[in-house]
Every structure is written in C-alpha cells, then in structure tokens.
C-alpha cells in the first residue's frame, strides 16, 4: 500500500511538473508595467477628471453630512523627475479657480501618491498632503495650518463636449 501511494504521489508530482513547465513556456508570465507605462496610465486617468469627494476635519459633529469637495483636472503631465503639473479647477469657499499647479508624485510600487509639503497654492492659503489614488478612487490626509483630516472619493472622466 505504502508503494502504492508513493507511487501515485510521483506520478501527480511528475504531471503537475509536466504541466507547470508546459504553460510556464507556452504563456509568458505576466510582467510588471514599467514606470513609463505607470506614468502614462496616470496621466491619462487623471487628465479630463474630476475627484468628487468628502474631507473631515476634527470639528465633524455627530450626525451631519461631510463637506463634499470637487477638483477637476483638466491635464495632468510631468514636468520632469517626480514633478507633476496638474491644471486644476478647484472650488472651495465659493471661489472657482483653474490654477497650474505643479505637484509632487511619489510611487509606492504601482500606486500613485500626490505629495504636498506646505505649498503655497495662491488665493487658496498653504497645503500639506498625502492622496493616494487606487483605481477610480482617492484618500488621504490634508492640512491647512492649524487645520487637518482626511479627504477621500472617486475619480470620475468628464463627459466630452
């Protein structure tokens, strides 16, 4: 009995080997995107969108609704290294600007994250980030002076006109 099961155990370990080095040969492995391709899947993502979302701050009172916030992007491109430039709509407080911003994009492997270090957005005051942007969906943390939380939502193309 005992020759039996060895027996069976060497002949499923040679045909999963069989078969392993078969499709291993035929089919090439799924290779990871290069960062150009990242980059590029980035900008086009991000260009002609609107990030449509929430933020908190520590001053949320229980059983209201999240401040909504909206920022569209009509282009986003490199600049050069991490730099980014984001020509962006951004409507807060009752003001609707379109500024070119350029930005900070760092990667934590494939995933993009828009960095901020007490940049100087004029007529809007002084910002520090962290968003991360997975898929059609972004979240992070945000500060404005003494004001700070989090921000998160989806990424949405807008329609072509």
Same mark, same amino acid.
């Given at each position: ?25 035929? $089919? ?10 990242? $980059? ?17 701050? #520590? ?5 209201? $609704? ?73 979240? #992070?943390?945000?500060?404005? #002076?003494? $004001? ?14």
């Amino acid at each position: 009995m005992k020759r039996m099961s060895a027996c069976l155990l060497s002949a499923l370990a040679i045909a999963f080997v069989s078969t392993a080095s078969r499709s291993s040969a035929a $089919e090439p492995a799924d290779k990871a995107p290069t960062k150009a391709e990242l $980059e590029k899947r980035f900008a086009d993502s991000l260009s002609g969108a609107t990030m449509i979302g929430h933020y908190v701050t #520590g001053k949320l009172e229980k059983g209201k $609704e999240l401040p909504e916030d909206r920022y569209g992007l009509v282009k986003v491109s490199k600049i050069k290294d991490d730099t980014w430039l984001f020509n962006a709509r951004i409507q807060v407080e009752g003001q609707d600007l379109t500024l070119p911003i350029p930005l900070t994009v760092l990667w934590a492997g494939d995933t993009p994250v828009i960095t901020l270090d007490e940049a100087s957005i004029p007529g809007l005051g002084t910002f520090s980030a962290r968003v991360l942007i997975h898929g059609h969906n972004y979240a #992070g943390t945000w500060s404005h #002076g003494e $004001e700070g939380g989090q921000m998160f939502g989806r990424i949405e193309k807008t329609a072509a006109k």
